[in-house]
């Protein structure tokens, strides 16, 4: 079992700046990822950002050049500086481990935490 705690949301006006943080705990080894979604209710559930064990990361491109993921493989840890924030930004962000296993990959998630972009 691997246990999956977000923090950080809130209320940010728009231009402004948040930062999630992610904390894995458990059985976290062989991990593949650690990625970003976010959902907006009605909506499908959406990749913001990834980054593998190796530090490779990649964006959506409504996000890229705004957000920011790194992650602390020592202290099983990513986070997302989201910078430039925008009023589309509003969703729940949840967060994914995604970890191999013998018979492939199965994903761990978070409870999420609510962001809101609004003046």
């Known amino acids: 079992q691997v246990q999956v705690v977000e923090s950080g949301g809130g209320l940010v006006q728009p231009g402004g700046s948040l930062r999630l943080s992610c904390a894995a705990s458990?059985?976290?080894?062989?991990?593949?990822?650690m990625d970003w979604y976010r959902q907006i209710p009605g909506k499908q559930r959406e990749l913001v950002a990834t980054?593998?064990?190796?530090?490779?990361?990649n964006y959506a491109a409504s996000v890229k050049g705004r957000f920011t993921i790194s992650s602390d493989n020592a202290k099983n840890m990513v986070y997302l500086q989201m910078n430039s924030l925008k009023p589309e930004d509003t969703a729940e962000y949840y967060c994914?481990?995604?970890?191999?296993?013998?018979?492939?990959?199965?994903?761990?998630w978070g409870q999420g935490t609510q962001v809101t972009v609004s003046s």
């Open positions: 980054i593998t064990n190796g530090g490779s990361a």
């Open positions: 994914n481990v995604r970890q191999w296993t013998s018979w492939g990959t199965r994903d761990w």
């Open positions: 458990g059985n976290v080894r062989s991990i593949e990822s």
